[in-house]
């Protein structure tokens, strides 16, 4: 498993259990609760109802309602609060509903939070972390099937996540509570009742550090959240047609490796971004302008592949909404154009 | 096609120039013959013409870079052609009725895929496929691209043959030769001959060979007593000449250029004023014989060091800076010397070539006689033979003298002198 290739940062490394996603996420939050007593969490209906989705679950039950705390209707009211705790000496863990909510919270994320260490000479730090359901798939239509992490990934002061996997959901997360500056972790919808192997106890997975989730030698498929899994099984079909692709799991969307990335375009000379977000100005183009901008650049010998989402608001139509956004059989199509030079 | 504006090679030495004006807009019409631009270049100022008539395009913006020789400056596009803008690769839509000249700014399209690939130097071609022939010295344009349009890529490349050409099966074997020889390089064209300088042996030459990797064939050859030649009886430089003669007319080798390093230069001096041998042009790096004083510390150094330890001090006499000495130098030098006889024969000839540690031949007249060009390279800190030995000379013989570098040009300016190598190639042609 390339999931154990992280387990040097393990403190306890125990063996692994089979846990969904969600389960990772809560799991961390419990032993950050556990660990630190400056650890709370806040969000709209995390208490008694438990998250959105079900991520909180029970734990107000463990840690009580001081600790686990129900916000108003107002994202930018509950933003604010943790903020200001965050400044004070606290360590918020802020719940959204949906990552499409952020919108109205933006003022404390990008003109709060981003900057308190900057503009006050470094007295204060922002520790805060924001956990945002994100994707589509769901069908939730427009307003809630976003992927919005790039542009937060444009704001310097704030640090961008999106675990692929449970192992990482767990890794990252604590690595985010410990961090000195606001971190925002993406979260997958449709990846909450994903399973896999979970080790037991604390462990940490180092932010802005991409993984090569399986190496090839024919082209660097580079993918986040819920496409890296589409990009394994894509690889996965290109094998059996004698293509290997490379994957890439970039984990962390600011700050972005780009000693990795660029390393494995080096080997493979081609590469395909695939990115739910929408294609244009996405993560996808800044990762192809990186590498363009790289010494990698005189090992291309094909041009870069974006695959984003549509440029257009996600349609509730189930059909459309999955044509809106990569699915396996276009990154199929795109790498085998990228290698037998179709492009 | 539209017809490439290239920069032109104006005279013999210049491998780069500047445009300091254009005469003709972009976009603008001009007539074949018409005023084009000036040009500038080390030497002289000159105006360029129009290589056809049409509409010019793509051209690149006078700056104070200089743009090398054979580059694209622009584009001549005649009446049915349509001009695609390259540089940022913003596509432009075609109207199926009138295809446009796109006089005004081009029409953005997101959703199109880009027309042209056409970048640079004119041929469509990956970054990946301009490296490769960048470092292999491949003229893109000769190539067939197998990418969509005809682009080239990586594997479109051919890589360069191979340096080491086995020892042929038939007749003696190397070995047993007098005189050792390798073909450094095989293939059509005019073969270099390298003859190396005291000391060294035909391996030294590997790098200068990979550094100019268009510069054709290359039959290097071990001097007499030095690498896996053996040591002949008439050791004078002479000898040394009728001996790699004899080697040249054994590998039927009639003619080719010649460059020598050194004692090497010498050598090729005197096999270029042979009539056997055909010399279509004379390259000295450092050459010897062109004055009496040489560094005696160093030949006797080099004959009395036994280990890598008191190899060092004395090899790095022969670099402006010791930093430079290649790491396999000192190993390459002593090797030889394990085997019987290498040593004597060494400093026997050494005997005869440097009494009284001073250069007893002189090939400074011979030279100045020599018809085919002739180039002397020297650096200005060469410990062991002094540059003011390349003062006074002929004048038909071209001196590069370069500064902050040693006895060994073909190290500390490997890229130097391979680009001098195929420049003077070329210039015979």
Not at chain 1, 79 to 96: L, W
Not at chain 2, 50 to 70: H, M, Q
Not at chain 2, 271 to 298: H, M, N, P, T, V
Request: charged content about 20%; some cysteine; hydrophobic content about 45%.
């Amino acid at each position: 498993m390339s999931t154990r290739t992280n387990m040097e940062t393990a403190v306890v490394a125990a063996a692994p259990r089979n846990l969904t996603y969600a389960q990772a996420i809560q799991e961390a939050m419990a032993i950050a609760m556990e660990r630190d007593p400056r650890v709370f969490l806040m969000g709209e209906d995390i208490g008694i109802y438990g998250g959105a989705f079900q991520v909180t679950g029970d734990l107000v039950h463990r840690f009580g309602e001081d600790r686990v705390m129900d916000t108003p209707i107002s994202e930018l009211g509950g933003a604010g609060v943790a903020v200001g705790a965050a400044m004070t000496g606290m360590r918020p863990i802020f719940e959204f509903q949906f990552s499409d909510f952020a919108a109205l919270a933006m003022e404390q994320i990008v003109n709060q939070a981003a900057k308190m260490r900057y503009m006050l000479g470094g007295a204060v730090s922002v520790p805060l972390v924001m956990r945002l359901p994100a994707g589509s798939g769901t069908g939730a239509a427009a307003q809630h099937s976003q992927s919005l992490e790039a542009w937060f990934g444009h704001v310097p002061g704030l640090k961008v996540l999106q675990p692929a996997t449970p192992y990482d959901a767990k890794g990252l997360l604590l690595a985010a509570v410990e961090d000195p500056d606001p971190v925002l972790i993406f979260e997958h919808k449709l990846l909450y009742k994903m399973t896999g192997d979970v080790p037991e106890g604390y462990y940490t997975v180092p932010i802005g550090r991409a993984e090569i989730k399986r190496p090839g030698r024919d082209v660097t498929v580079v993918a986040s959240s819920i496409m890296v899994h589409r990009a394994l099984e894509a690889a996965t079909q290109l094998a059996a047609e004698g293509i290997e692709a490379e994957v890439i799991d970039l984990r962390s969307i600011r700050p972005l490796d780009g000693r990795t990335l660029i390393d494995s375009v080096k080997r493979t000379t081609r590469l395909v971004c695939v990115y739910e977000g929408v294609k244009t100005l996405g993560v996808g183009a800044e990762v192809s302008a990186l590498i363009a901008e790289s010494e990698a650049f005189d090992y291309l010998d094909a041009p870069i592949v974006r695959l984003g989402g549509a440029d257009c608001p996600l349609p509730y139509n189930p059909q459309l909404e999955k044509a809106a956004v990569p699915q396996v059989e276009d990154i199929v199509a795109a790498v085998r154009a990228s290698v037998r030079a179709r492009v | 096609m539209p017809t490439e504006v290239i920069l032109p090679r104006v005279d013999m030495d210049m491998t780069a120039g500047k445009i300091v004006r254009w005469y003709v807009d972009e976009g603008a019409e001009v007539k074949k013959g018409a005023l084009l631009f000036d040009l500038e270049t080390s030497k002289a100022a000159m105006e360029i013409e129009a290589p056809a008539s049409g509409v010019l395009r793509g051209v690149v913006p006078v700056t104070d870079e200089e743009i090398p020789v054979g580059q694209v400056v622009g584009w001549i596009y005649g009446p049915d052609e349509v001009y695609e803008p390259a540089v940022a690769a913003v596509p432009v839509k075609q109207s199926a009725g009138a295809p446009a000249k796109s006089t005004g700014g081009a029409q953005f399209d997101a959703q199109q895929t880009v027309q042209s690939v056409v970048v640079g130097t004119g041929v469509a071609a990956t970054p990946l496929a301009r490296r490769l022939a960048r470092e292999r010295g491949i003229d893109l344009s000769a190539l067939a691209g197998s990418g969509v349009r005809g682009r080239i890529q990586g594997g479109d490349v051919p890589r360069p043959a191979p340096l080491w050409k086995p020892a042929p099966q038939t007749g003696t074997v190397a070995e047993s030769r007098a005189v050792h020889r390798v073909w450094l390089r095989t293939g059509a064209g005019v073969p270099t001959v390298m003859l190396h300088g005291f000391g060294s042996e035909l391996d030294s030459w590997r790098p200068l060979v990979i550094a100019a990797p268009a510069a054709g064939p290359v039959l290097a050859v071990d001097l007499p007593a030095h690498g896996k030649s053996v040591p002949i009886s008439s050791s004078n430089l002479a000898g040394l000449a009728d001996a790699v003669a004899g080697a040249l007319a054994e590998e039927g080798v009639t003619s080719g250029h010649l460059l020598g390093h050194s004692l090497g230069g010498a050598v090729a001096t005197l096999l270029a004023a042979r009539a056997e041998f055909a010399a279509r042009s004379l390259l000295l790096i450092s050459s010897g014989g062109l004055g009496s004083e040489i560094k005696g510390a160093f030949i006797d150094g080099f004959l009395a060091a036994q280990t890598a330890e008191s190899l060092r001090p004395v090899l790095a006499m022969a670099v402006a800076d010791p930093e430079r000495l290649p790491r396999d130098f000192i190993a390459a030098s002593l090797r030889p010397r394990q085997r019987e006889g290498y040593l004597a024969g060494l400093t026997a000839l050494a005997a005869t070539l440097f009494p009284n540690r001073q250069q007893a031949f002189s090939i400074r007249d011979r030279l100045g006689a020599l018809s085919m060009p002739k180039r002397l390279i020297f650096g200005s800190e060469d410990g062991i033979i002094p540059p003011t030995h390349a003062s006074g000379l002929a004048g038909s013989v071209g001196v590069h003298l370069f500064p902050g570098i040693g006895h060994l040009p073909q190290v500390e300016a490997l890229q130097d002198v391979a680009s001098i190598w195929l420049e003077v190639i070329r210039s015979v042609g």
